[in-house]
């Protein structure tokens, strides 16, 4: 059955780095465009980044543009979201997506991130 696994997430502290990690079983990686998103408590759902089947491109919210890179392997069905420079308000549940159509649209379970001292 389709999956998606989040993993990588943690405690770290202000100006920290994490690397999050999505790994998909039960369709074809390579035929979805991949997104990561966060929640805050309180919060609704966001968009945080996008990138392409191929991976040639991606795009950011601007919160966090410069500071979070996503990337994607395809042999290895995973997605990656590399976050550096972080801050109280990069914590969130963040959510990995995988989506080719209105139809085919999946979402992992989400991973805590917490950034605190």
């Known amino acids: 059955q389709v999956q998606l696994v989040e993993s990588g997430g943690g405690l770290v502290q202000p100006g920290g780095s994490l690397r999050l990690s999505c790994t998909a079983s039960?369709?074809?990686?390579?035929?979805?465009?991949m997104t990561w998103h966060r929640q805050a408590p309180g919060k609704e759902r966001e968009l945080v980044a996008f990138?392409?089947?191929?991976?040639?491109?991606?795009n950011y919210a601007d919160s966090v543009k410069g500071r979070f890179i996503i990337s994607r392997d395809n042999a290895e069905n995973t997605v990656y979201l590399r976050m550096n420079s972080l801050k109280p308000e990069d914590t969130a549940v963040y959510f990995c997506?995988?989506?080719?159509?209105?139809?085919?649209?999946?979402w992992g379970q989400g991973t805590q991130v917490t950034v605190s001292s």
């Open positions: 997506n995988a989506k080719r159509n209105l139809l085919l649209d999946y």
């Open positions: 039960g369709f074809t990686f390579s035929n979805f465009r």
């Open positions: 990138i392409s089947n191929s991976g040639d491109y991606t």
